[in-house]
């Protein structure tokens, strides 16, 4: 039988394109990407520019592109202005116990830990639970004795100063809880809870006095308040929600999938469904015009944890199998493992959390009263009507309000995107 032989295909030659023809699409695509970008950001540059412009120029009809005479006083001038008032305590005391509140938690949960497993017993793991607990008691009767002082000659609700109190009591007592199911040495925690009462009252005192001289009507103040108030509502958002995260992602215990499920069906809820029932209470609590109405409500955002859960899911165990066997306790894992790897999508829930608070304009229109307790958004509505001709000095405060969150998102754009993607599709 003969043998049928087949010649190989010939191959084809492709030509290859010239690189400089490579050279022109890119150049091309970068053009057109700019200018997409320049017709988008055009209105924000506009604006920033005709915070350099006489009021003429910025009702002018054709309008310019660039101001005839950059009047650079025009930024100095928004924060000079005076609407007037005057510093309230009740509002500078709640100022500087929120942030004292927010020292304390730092302090403690960064140094009030350490591994006592192979320790022999002592005296100390006897005491130290119920030492502990006496010395958050008397932190309570302390807070309570200083807004009573602070607040002595001024028209307050009677339950202000207890039910504050009790709020920060619960918060400390959290902080412990959290610490005491790590099997510490409680030597080392009473030790720290004692430094950590010590500097959050010297924070305290160091915030309320910074409220009281940064006035009350001026810019000055309102970009006071919403920047402190922004970044300490963020980070305790960030603490109790990584915590609840981590439970719920990380942990088996009876419940779970029923709290998972109540967190998901809580964030279907309007707003506008809790707002009455929610400003009845914080009135009832003495909280209407302070902090404690805008801080304390916002510690848990179930939006947050939900997607701080879909993340850790995704870690492997394998990290904290072997911590296990090195005799790593839960809250060890959570602080020293968890917390690193999970920098991408805590960078995020920081970032919505600042920006939700810091472009928040019902709650501190609803809670807050007095001038020297308004954040920009509220502020910027009452600068208008007192100013209503200057025009360049509206855009400054406009600029004033935009311009830092667009530089925290620019500065962190990498960490957010990379969070989003792996909270939504490797959960």
């Known amino acids: 039988?003969?043998?049928?032989?087949?010649?190989?295909?010939?191959?084809?030659?492709?030509?290859k394109p010239s690189p400089v023809w490579d050279y022109v699409i890119v150049g091309l695509r970068y053009f057109v990407l700019t200018a997409v970008a320049l017709l988008v950001f055009l209105p924000f540059i506009l604006a920033f520019l005709g915070t350099f412009k006489t009021n003429v120029e910025i009702i002018a009809f054709p309008p310019t592109f660039l101001p005839e005479t950059w009047l650079w006083e025009n930024w100095p001038t928004l924060f000079t202005?005076?609407?007037?008032?005057?510093?309230?305590?009740?509002?500078?005391?709640?100022?500087?116990?929120?942030?004292?509140?927010?020292?304390?938690?730092?302090?403690?949960?960064?140094?009030?830990?350490?591994?006592?497993?192979?320790?022999?017993?002592?005296?100390?793991?006897?005491?130290?639970?119920?030492?502990?607990?006496?010395?958050?008691?008397?932190?309570?009767?302390?807070?309570?004795?200083?807004l009573n002082n602070a607040l002595a000659t001024t028209r307050v609700p009677p339950s202000m100063a207890p039910s504050v109190s009790?709020?920060?009591?619960?918060?400390?007592?959290?902080?412990?809880?959290?610490?005491?199911?790590?099997?510490?040495?409680?030597?080392?925690?009473?030790?720290?809870?004692?430094?950590?009462?010590?500097?959050?009252?010297?924070?305290?005192?160091?915030?309320?006095?910074?409220?009281?001289?940064?006035?009350?009507?001026?810019?000055?103040?309102?970009?006071?308040?919403?920047?402190?108030?922004?970044?300490?509502?963020?980070?305790?958002?960030?603490?109790?929600?990584s915590m609840a995260a981590y439970a719920l992602a990380r942990l088996n215990f009876?419940?779970?999938?029923?709290?998972?499920?109540?967190?998901?069906?809580?964030?279907?809820?309007?707003?506008?469904?809790?707002?009455?029932?929610?400003?009845?209470?914080i009135a009832r609590l003495g909280w209407i015009n302070t902090w404690y109405s805008l801080v304390f409500p916002g510690l848990i955002v179930p939006g947050s944890i939900f997607m701080l859960t879909q993340f850790l899911k995704a870690v492997p165990s394998d990290l904290e199998e072997a911590a296990k066997i090195d005799g790593a306790s839960y809250f060890q894992m959570y602080r020293d493992l968890?917390?690193?790897?999970?920098?991408?999508?805590?960078?995020?829930?920081?970032?919505?959390?600042?920006?939700?608070?810091?472009?928040?304009?019902l709650g501190p229109l609803l809670y807050m009263r007095t001038n020297d307790m308004w954040v920009l958004n509220v502020a910027l509505q009452v600068f208008q009507q007192n100013f209503k001709q200057d025009w360049n000095l509206i855009l400054v405060g406009a600029m004033v309000n935009a311009i830092p969150v667009l530089i925290l998102f620019a500065a962190f754009s990498r960490y957010y995107i990379e969070g989003v993607s792996y909270a939504g599709v490797k959960g």
Request: with cysteine; net charge positive.
């Open 254 to 281: 009876p419940g779970k999938n029923a709290i998972f499920a109540f967190i998901l069906l809580s964030m279907t809820i309007p707003g506008a469904i809790t707002l009455v029932p929610s400003y009845v209470l």
């Open 166 to 241: 009790i709020a920060f009591v619960i918060l400390l007592l959290i902080a412990l809880g959290v610490i005491g199911m790590s099997s510490p040495d409680w030597r080392r925690v009473v030790t720290s809870l004692v430094a950590s009462i010590a500097i959050g009252a010297v924070v305290t005192v160091l915030f309320t006095a910074f409220a009281g001289l940064a006035g009350a009507g001026t810019y000055a103040r309102w970009f006071f308040n919403t920047a402190l108030l922004s970044i300490v509502r963020a980070c305790l958002q960030i603490f109790f929600s």
């Open 1 to 15: 039988m003969a043998s049928i032989t087949t010649k190989p295909p010939v191959a084809v030659e492709q030509k």
């Open 338 to 361: 968890i917390l690193p790897l999970a920098r991408p999508a805590l960078l995020t829930v920081f970032i919505l959390n600042f920006q939700g608070m810091w472009n928040d304009y």
């Open 81 to 146: 202005t005076d609407l007037g008032g005057s510093v309230r305590p009740e509002g500078s005391t709640s100022i500087g116990l929120t942030v004292g509140a927010f020292a304390f938690l730092l302090t403690f949960l960064a140094t009030g830990l350490a591994s006592n497993l192979n320790a022999e017993e002592n005296i100390w793991q006897r005491i130290g639970p119920a030492l502990s607990v006496i010395l958050i008691a008397l932190s309570g009767f302390g807070i309570n004795a200083y």
